[in-house]
T-cell receptor, first 114, second 110 residues
Framework: EAGVVQSPRYKIIEKKQPVAFWCNPISGHNTLYWYLQNLGQGPELLIRYENEEAVDDSQLPKDRFSAERLKGVDSTLKIQPAELGDSAVYLC????????????FGPGTRLTVT | GEDVEQSLFLSVREGDSSVINCTYTDSSSTYLYWYKQEPGAGLQLLTYIFSNMDMKQDQRLTVLLNKKDKHLSLRIADTQTGDSAIYFCAELNSGYALNFGKGTSLLVTP
């Protein structure tokens, strides 16, 4: 069974530029999460989807961050414009609906903003 | 939010047992987890324990949970150099998201 797929794995952009990350969850997992991991820290939740619905986006900085999951499968996380402080690893995870106790993570996208 | 605390570093010799400790503060957490992260990789789910259990064993891994003290530990028996990684303790919050500690960096020396 394929795991959570993320792309790109690495991205380097200049500040004020836009950037987008893509995630394909494990087949059959209707719950999808985006986490942010700063250097030396544990991941922190940005947004959680149940199918197409964002059920928890309280930690998403909505002035510059947006996310979508149009068909309830793949998801895209966007930052526009990027700031230096956005340099981090962006992790996608998925789990079965309503059973969040087994969350499986993708390899992450490492973003560097210069 | 509630904090999950872990010691930052642990060094052991190959073949010894490793014990990684964690304290959490949310007494309503139903599940507690251990994840492993190798350099440049995502998080690998190692094991988890339901809050009504006090111990879970899975091959070389033993998880102990003390709910009274809100203390969780991960014991790795016969530690190998391939076990060198960062280990994260996490609790499942009421919103089905994971609250992570900062991670314990385990170094296994030959």
């Amino acid at each position: 069974e394929a795991g959570v797929v993320q792309s790109p794995r690495y991205k380097i952009i200049e500040k004020k530029q836009p950037v987008a990350f893509w995630c394909n969850p494990i087949s059959g997992h209707n719950t999808l999460y985006w986490y942010l991991q700063n250097l030396g820290q544990g991941p922190e939740l940005l947004i959680r989807y149940e199918n197409e619905e964002a059920v928890d986006d309280s930690q998403l900085p909505k002035d510059r961050f947006s996310a979508e999951r149009l068909k309830g499968v793949d998801s895209t996380l966007k930052i526009q414009p990027a700031e230096l402080g956005d340099s981090a690893v962006y992790l996608c995870a998925s789990s079965l609906t309503g059973v969040g106790y087994e969350q499986y993570f993708g390899p992450g996208t490492r973003l560097t903003v210069t | 939010g509630e904090d999950v605390e872990q010691s930052l570093f642990l060094s052991v010799r190959e073949g010894d047992s490793s014990v990684i400790n964690c304290t959490y503060t949310d007494s309503s957490s139903t599940y507690l987890y251990w994840y492993k992260q190798e350099p440049g990789a995502g998080l690998q789910l190692l094991t988890y324990i339901f809050s009504n259990m006090d111990m879970k064993q899975d091959q070389r891994l033993t998880v102990l949970l003390n709910k009274k003290d809100k203390h969780l530990s991960l014991r790795i028996a016969d530690t190998q150099t391939g076990d060198s990684a960062i280990y994260f303790c996490a609790e499942l919050n009421s919103g089905y998201a994971l609250n992570f500690g900062k991670g314990t960096s385990l170094l296994v020396t030959p």
